[in-house]
């Protein structure tokens, strides 16, 4: 069982940054699969990105296009805790950002249906 809990979030101008993180509790946090997901008003969730520990000890980093260059996600197990660190922020990414844990094969970390867990949310708004 993981319980996660996100913060970070506000109200921020275009071309401002925010740094959301996710703090988790549970066992094993190091080998999850952590996702980043958001939910604007009448759109349906997202994928933002991800970060997927190998058994080579390397984690790795997912992005959706339209965050890339844009969006950076980290994390520190010793912590338990995975952040997303979010520059030159747009109108269009206002949303309510949800962190997930699951563990996620390469090819579908973007898919909703690859994480188990899931926080409440944290709101983001960018305002022009």
């Known amino acids: 069982q993981v319980q996660l809990v996100e913060s970070g979030g506000g109200l921020v101008q275009a071309g401002g940054s925010l740094r959301l993180s996710c703090a988790a509790s549970?066992?094993?946090?190091?080998?999850?699969?952590i996702g980043w997901f958001r939910q604007a008003p009448g759109k349906e969730r997202e994928f933002v990105a991800a970060?997927?520990?190998?058994?080579?000890?390397?984690?790795?980093?997912y992005y959706a296009d339209f965050v890339k260059g844009r969006f950076t996600i980290s994390r520190d197990n010793a912590k338990n805790t995975v952040f997303l660190q979010m520059n030159s922020l747009k109108p269009e990414d206002t949303a309510v950002y949800y962190c997930t844990a699951g563990f996620a094969a390469p090819s579908l970390i973007s898919k909703i249906g690859s994480y188990d867990y899931w926080g409440q949310g944290t709101q983001v708004t960018v305002s022009s």
């Open positions: 549970g066992r094993a946090f190091s080998t999850y699969s």
């Open positions: 970060i997927r520990w190998s058994t080579s000890n390397i984690n790795y980093a």
